[in-house]
Nanobody, 123 residues
Framework: VQLQASGGGFVQVGESLRLACAAS????????TGWFRQTPGKKREFVAA????????AYADSVKGRFTISRDNAKNTVYLQMNNLKPEDTAVYYC?????????????????WGQGTLVTVSS
């Protein structure tokens, strides 16, 4: 499975971005998908995840109430809507998928990872 994360950019504090994770395989619709982020010198951090049905969703405490994960299986795409962005949200954001997860949580056990997209939030 090839994943392509897109939608990153340079924004001001309080603005919004929507990231997209597109997959090369139609079976993506049956995969759980997670978003993660990483800044230089720091460990990769869980951001949000959604199972294949969309009924199991998890968020990191740091993004709850600001970020929303969703999926459009017809388009083989998972989205991360990021509102009220803060400078601490600056990072490279990655998406990952796993065909086995029935429910999702704040773990990073995923089989396939995509290249990241850079989000920069300026104050």
């Amino acid at each position: 499975v090839q994943l392509q994360a897109s939608g990153g950019g340079f924004v001001q504090v309080g603005e919004s971005l929507r990231l997209a994770c597109a997959a090369s395989r139609h079976t993506f619709s049956s995969y759980a998908t997670g978003w993660f982020r990483q800044t230089p010198g720091k460990k990769r951090e869980f951001v949000a995840a959604i199972n294949w049905t969309g009924y199991s969703i998890a968020y990191a405490d740091s993004v709850k109430g600001r970020f929303t994960i969703s999926r459009d299986n017809a388009k083989n795409t998972v989205y991360l809507q990021m509102n009220n962005l803060k400078p601490e949200d600056t990072a490279v954001y990655y998406c990952a998928v796993d065909p086995r997860k029935k429910r999702v949580g704040p773990d990073d056990v995923y089989d396939y990872w995509g290249q990241g997209t850079l989000v920069t939030v300026s104050s």
